[in-house]
């Protein structure tokens, strides 16, 4: 499911996502905007939730 998540990030973002940018966001150095949250999630037929996990302390 990565390898989707990446090609359809890749897909969503085009042309105005960078490499880096995308790198960032797997790496979790920072997030994609929640408009391409929804985006991902609809093509990925996930709900949005689905891309968050509660940080433990």
Same mark, same amino acid.
């Given at each position: *499911?990565?390898?989707?998540?990446?090609?359809? /990030? &890749?897909?969503?973002? @085009? $042309? @105005?996502?960078?490499? !880096? !940018? &995308?790198?960032?966001?797997? =790496? *979790?150095? =920072?997030? $994609?905007?929640?408009?391409? %949250? #929804? @985006? /991902?999630? @609809?093509? /990925?037929? %996930?709900? %949005?939730?689905? #891309?968050? !996990? +509660? +940080?433990? =302390?």
């Amino acid at each position: *499911m990565l390898i989707s998540s990446i090609r359809a /990030l &890749i897909y969503l973002t @085009k $042309p @105005k996502a960078t490499s !880096q !940018q &995308i790198s960032n966001w797997i =790496n *979790m150095k =920072n997030h $994609p905007t929640i408009d391409k %949250v #929804f @985006k /991902l999630a @609809k093509l /990925l037929d %996930v709900k %949005v939730d689905d #891309f968050y !996990q +509660e +940080e433990e =302390n």
